[in-house]
């Protein structure tokens, strides 16, 4: 028997049963986001162009995304594509999901007034393009959540972080309020990219007070090294070598980064868990905070 004929054969077999699984899927998946928009539409009409399924992965897709509401109250807000990874529809609180919205219009005109003419001010003219992204894991009461935020032309923020003793009751999300303080805080980190936002800022600020961009930022430098200074006096006798060392080491980064906007990272690795409460205690104390989350920085 030929070889390349057979393996040929199966080679069209499988890529027909992978177009029919992923025929069916899709089919399966639309019936069920159809439902769903029924549900919706006393509040949001929704519409979309293009949906696939990955009947390996099972990642959904959807295309072309509208959401207006009903009464025309707001302007609809569009969606180039909504990328579903993962997400857990076993469980009444989803113990996993992994979500991605690329591409989100907004309309200058539809933000707050004051904060659109900031924007404008800084050169922002067009629509918005923002992308969203939330991907976590909730196994044992132990949350692992990372988010991102990002804006074309301005810049890109993600956060992410470890929560234990995570409780939430999705029947009574009110009591949210109330457990938050003892959720314990085990690993963290922010890093902003800029895109030019900043350097937009620094710019502006330079053009009111009439100085060069580089007089500016070296005002800031001083500004925060002398904040820094005055504050290591009047607590001289309270703060560790450790606790100077990450002080100096949070205004040397912040200056690096006014200087060349690129990226900054917070990382927090505090040697034991922290409650969010006793974060709320300290956060009139910068040295305090630093110290007790171990916080480093980098630019």
Known sequence: MNIKLV?????????????????YMTDQVEKKLDAKIIEMQPMIDVKYGDLSVEPITQKIQLHNVVLSPVDGSA???TINEITINKFDVESEFPAALDIALDGISISIDDIEPQTAEQLKELGYTDDMLISLSTKYTY??????????LSAQDMGKMEYSLNLANFQFDPKQPISLLFSYPNYQLNTAEFTYTDQSFVERLLKQEAQ????????LKQRVSDKINTMLAADLENKNNELSDAEIKLAKNAATTFVKFINDPKSITISVNPEQAVTLGEITQTKNDPAKLISLLNMAFKA
């Open 7 to 23: 393996s040929g054969v199966v080679i069209a077999g499988l890529a027909a049963s992978y177009a029919g699984g992923k025929f």
């Open 208 to 215: 009111t007070s009439d100085i060069s961009v580089e007089e």
């Open 75 to 77: 302007t609809p807000v």
């Open 139 to 148: 196994v044992n009461d132990v949350m692992d959540l990372e988010l991102g």
